[in-house]
């Protein structure tokens, strides 16, 4: 079956630094996203990763290792805004989006 | 970037009524939209995917006969919920990838939240 596995929960504090990881098995791989979903909001997109490698934008940036099976969210700077859920996502073989549970992630000040 | 409307954006209603749900592609064409369910502190869960002309596809365990969808045009899928009981009281979310793109990625609506008394 297709599985993606991320913490449930993270804390940490403003202005530090927080990485999400998340592992997958899925049937067939067309690329990674991290979504943030406020509380009650829709998710909105981060990033999308299809090679191997970090991704940078701003404060926010994305690694894949496809032979892992493995990505990561990275968060710089930590702001009070950033208390959210963060969802990994893969595409698989039929373009299909399979959904992580997401983390929540708590920021204190 | 592409822009995906839903409504209404949130609904409150007696329990065996039914309830329609838009979604729309305010500045793209989608020939394929899905529906999604969300519980809460849960991940989305896919209910369906919407495609324009044609019948939707509902996953495993998603009751067709209750969750209507007709997807008439290329900018509007709908959903109706028939017979509403409590237990369909959730957050649903539709969201539809801009064709074109080097990958598929999906702009989503902001969401209904439907309250079932």
């Given at each position: 079956?297709?599985?993606?596995?991320?913490?449930?929960?993270?804390?940490?504090?403003?202005?530090?630094?927080?990485?999400?990881?998340?592992?997958?098995?899925?049937?067939?791989?067309?690329?990674?996203?991290?979504y943030q979903?406020?509380?009650?909001?829709?998710?909105?997109?981060?990033?999308?990763?299809?090679?191997?490698?970090?991704?940078?934008?701003?404060?926010?940036?994305?690694?894949?290792?496809?032979?892992?099976?493995?990505?990561?969210?990275?968060?710089?700077?930590?702001?009070?805004?950033?208390?959210?859920?963060?969802?990994?996502?893969?595409?698989?073989?039929?373009?299909?989006?399979?959904?992580?549970?997401?983390?929540?992630?708590?920021?204190?000040? | 970037?592409?822009?995906?409307?839903?409504?209404?954006?949130?609904?409150?209603?007696?329990s065996g009524?039914?309830?329609?749900?838009?979604?729309?592609?305010?500045?793209?064409?989608?020939?394929?939209?899905?529906?999604?369910?969300?519980?809460?502190?849960?991940?989305?869960?896919?209910?369906?995917?919407?495609?324009?002309?044609?019948?939707?596809?509902?996953?495993?365990?998603?009751?067709?006969?209750?969750?209507?969808?007709?997807?008439?045009?290329?900018?509007?899928?709908?959903?109706?919920?028939?017979?509403a009981h409590?237990?369909?009281?959730?957050?649903?979310?539709?969201?539809?990838?801009?064709?074109?793109?080097?990958?598929?990625?999906?702009?989503?609506?902001?969401?209904?939240?439907?309250?079932?008394?």
């Amino acid at each position: 079956g297709q599985n993606i596995d991320q913490p449930t929960e993270m804390t940490a504090t403003e202005g530090a630094i927080v990485q999400i990881n998340c592992t997958y098995q899925t049937s067939g791989f067309n690329g990674l996203f991290w979504y943030q979903q406020h509380a009650g909001e829709a998710p909105t997109f981060l990033s999308y990763n299809v090679l191997d490698g970090l991704e940078e934008k701003g404060r926010f940036s994305s690694f894949l290792s496809r032979s892992k099976g493995y990505s990561y969210l990275l968060l710089k700077e930590l702001q009070m805004k950033d208390s959210a859920s963060y969802l990994c996502a893969v595409l698989d073989s039929n373009y299909q989006l399979i959904w992580g549970a997401g983390t929540k992630l708590i920021i204190k000040p | 970037g592409a822009v995906v409307s839903q409504h209404p954006s949130w609904v409150i209603c007696k329990s065996g009524t039914s309830v329609k749900i838009e979604c729309r592609s305010l500045d793209f064409q989608a020939t394929t939209m899905f529906w999604y369910r969300q519980f809460p502190k849960q991940s989305l869960m896919l209910m369906a995917t919407s495609n324009e002309g044609s019948k939707a596809t509902y996953e495993q365990g998603v009751e067709k006969d209750k969750f209507l969808i007709n997807h008439a045009s290329l900018t509007l899928s709908t959903l109706t919920v028939t017979s509403a009981h409590p237990e369909d009281s959730s957050f649903y979310i539709c969201s539809a990838p801009e064709a074109g793109l080097t990958y598929n990625e999906q702009f989503f609506g902001p969401g209904t939240r439907l309250t079932v008394l």
